[in-house]
């Protein structure tokens, strides 16, 4: 399997992003290069495209993948493909507080600590949906990581579109997430535009 194995900080800076939306709370004490020259058209689209892939942590083939399942959805385009990557079995662990980054939930998923409506669950890219229930298998919740998160996620916020119940460590889709649940900063119509070209 392909991993991303750039450097966090370093990324985020280049790409002009907190560090905190993929979950890291670190700061970098470089500064980043000032270019004095106005971004063509295409530099605009191509940073947009490599921001969502920064922060959902997925590669080419992927959104490409994904890109081509919103366009056949009806509606915005836009709003459709980031509300396909908002419903990714990873992203779901990262944003129910399981997981401490999107990173982390990728390898807990592919390690198969959780299950989805009470069967093992192994594929953090596959897409979830209304009524689906995750759960940590019974043979994680023994281990030391587990147990000092169960103490965190007591009072934990989770967002609208899910459903926390922090004493059995367990989450629920009760809707689908909406454009206003993504909380970083893309603009989905620019990456419409470099997938038309």
Do not use: C
């Amino acid at each position: 399997m392909a991993k991303n194995m750039q450097p966090v900080l370093k990324r985020a800076r280049t790409l002009g992003i907190e560090p905190g939306f993929v979950g890291v709370y670190k700061k970098s004490k470089r500064k980043p290069k000032q270019n004095r020259r106005k971004p063509s058209n295409y530099a605009l689209q191509l940073t947009e495209k490599q921001k969502v892939k920064f922060v959902y942590g997925i590669l080419e083939k992927q959104l490409r993948r994904t890109f081509a399942k919103a366009e056949k959805q009806s509606g915005n385009v836009g709003e459709n493909l980031l509300v396909l990557l908002e419903r990714r079995m990873d992203n779901v662990v990262y944003r129910l507080g399981l997981a401490g980054t999107r990173r982390e939930a990728k390898q807990l998923v592919s390690h198969a600590h959780f299950t989805l409506n009470g069967k093992k669950m192994n594929i953090p890219s596959a897409t979830l949906k209304v009524g689906d229930v995750i759960a940590v298998r019974e043979k994680s919740l023994q281990s030391p990581k587990f147990k000092a998160l169960a103490e965190n996620l007591k009072g934990k916020a989770t967002p609208a579109w899910l459903e926390l119940d922090a004493n059995n460590m367990t989450g629920k889709i009760v809707a689908l997430p909406a454009r206003a649940d993504v909380d970083a900063p893309i603009t989905e119509q620019l990456i419409v535009e470099f997938y038309s070209r």
